[in-house]
């Protein structure tokens, strides 16, 4: 499995609790190294076009509004495998569902209040990674 880069956002229910380093330490003892990082307000149509393939859903005004409640850090993480890696550390977007010792499970308030976002695919990492970087700021 070669060395892969995925995209991860550090959301507002979890800078307003100071949990940054601690998903940080997560992602760090599971081969997942952070090669980029910055701390940011998003605006609300940089929410809305983040999230953009949601549109339609029930919940989408409410996640715009929330992932726009305060700061959030984004990142990206490198390593073996590194999406399904993070998705998998990150657990079941319900933390009701995720599985004992996953980010979700440890720190996730709520379904929408979820603490991280991963990327789902490589294609959607390469995507959202330019999305919020410029290659000059990613230091593997
Ligand atoms: P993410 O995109 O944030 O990594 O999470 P995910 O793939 O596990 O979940 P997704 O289905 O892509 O949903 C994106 C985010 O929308 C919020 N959500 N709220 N109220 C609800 O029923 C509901 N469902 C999803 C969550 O913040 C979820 O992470
Ligand atoms: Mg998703």
Do not use: C, W
Request: charged share 20%; proline share 3%.
């Amino acid at each position: 499995m070669a060395t892969e880069r995925t995209f991860s956002i550090i959301k507002p229910d979890a800078t307003r609790r100071n949990l940054t380093g601690k998903i940080n330490a997560v992602f760090e003892a599971n081969g997942l190294a952070i090669v980029a990082q910055k701390r940011i307000q998003m605006t609300r149509a940089q929410a809305e076009e983040f999230y953009g393939v949601h549109r339609a859903r029930p919940f989408f005004n409410d996640l715009v509004g929330f992932m726009i409640s305060g700061p959030v850090v984004v990142q990206v993480l490198e390593g073996e495998n590194a999406v399904a890696k993070n998705r998998e550390l990150m657990g079941a977007t319900n933390p009701a569902n995720a599985a004992e010792g996953t980010i979700r499970k440890l720190f996730a308030e709520s379904i929408e209040a979820n603490s991280v976002h991963g990327s789902d695919s490589a294609e959607n990492a390469a995507i959202e990674i330019a999305y919020f970087f410029a290659g000059s700021e990613i230091v593997g």
